[in-house]
């Protein structure tokens, strides 16, 4: 079956630079959209954006001049890195795959790696 | 973006019971709205696609109607598994979800 697996930090100082790594087994890059979403108490669910195996992104609009969506499909991992983070930006971190037809559903989680930016 | 309203934002229901939640989206989304399911600690799990299509392996008990900006999240003879938070989630524009049900055990 489809698993994800979130790696990276799980400390990120403030002004510093968060990377995550997703790593994708049981389906094709080819088959999805690969994305990143966050959670936090105060703001919900954020979709932040994501990208085809091409390498095309969207990013969400707020987020767009810090966030970086990169794919690898040879190595089946795609990551995210976001600049400048703040306490904002403390969440827990997921990534997913997103249905390219139908209703755009995210249908495919990792199980989640929270991030707190603390100094 | 656009903007998704959940109501109720909790409830307290026992088993066997008939929960409805419902989202309104701020614009016309047509039938681009999914609905999750999340447990506590755990990442959404996929359950209504296309506003009304079951994902595979989800109880039937579980459906989804709707289209443009009102769409309803239904589940019938709740069981002690589904006591759990609901999110809606739009893709007919920038991604966004609703801010959750929470469904708990009366």
């Known amino acids: 079956q489809v698993q994800l697996q979130e790696s990276g930090p799980g400390l990120v100082k403030p002004s510093e630079t968060l990377s995550l790594t997703c790593s994708v087994s049981?389906?094709?890059?080819?088959?999805?959209?690969w994305a990143w979403i966050r959670q936090t108490p105060g703001k919900g669910l954020e979709w932040v954006g994501d990208?085809?195996?091409?390498?095309?992104?969207s990013y969400k609009p707020s987020a767009r001049s810090r966030v970086t969506i990169s794919v690898d499909t040879s190595m089946k991992l795609f990551s995210l890195t976001l600049k400048s983070v703040t306490a904002a930006d403390t969440a827990v971190y997921y990534c997913?795959?997103?249905?390219?037809?139908?209703?755009?559903?995210?249908?495919?989680w990792g199980q989640g790696t929270l991030v707190t930016v603390s100094s | 973006d656009i903007r998704l309203t959940q109501s109720p934002s909790s409830l307290s229901a026992s088993v066997g019971d008939t929960v409805t939640i419902t989202c309104r989206a701020s614009?016309?989304?047509?039938?681009?709205l999914n609905w999750y399911q999340q447990k506590s600690g755990r990442a959404p799990k996929l359950l209504i696609f296309?506003?009304?299509s079951l994902q595979s392996g989800v109880p039937s008990r579980f459906s989804g109607s709707g289209s443009g900006t009102d769409f309803t999240l239904t589940i019938s003879s709740l069981q002690p598994d589904d006591f759990a938070t609901y999110y809606c989630?739009?893709?007919?524009?920038?991604?966004?979800f609703g801010a959750g049900t929470n469904v708990e055990i009366k």
């Open positions: 997913a795959s997103r249905a390219t037809s139908g209703g755009g559903q995210l249908e495919h």
């Open positions: 049981g389906a094709s890059m080819f088959d999805y959209f």
């Open positions: 990208i085809s195996y091409t390498g095309s992104v």
């Open positions: 614009q016309s989304i047509g039938n681009s």
């Open positions: 296309g506003a009304s």
């Open positions: 989630q739009q893709s007919y524009a920038i991604i966004t």
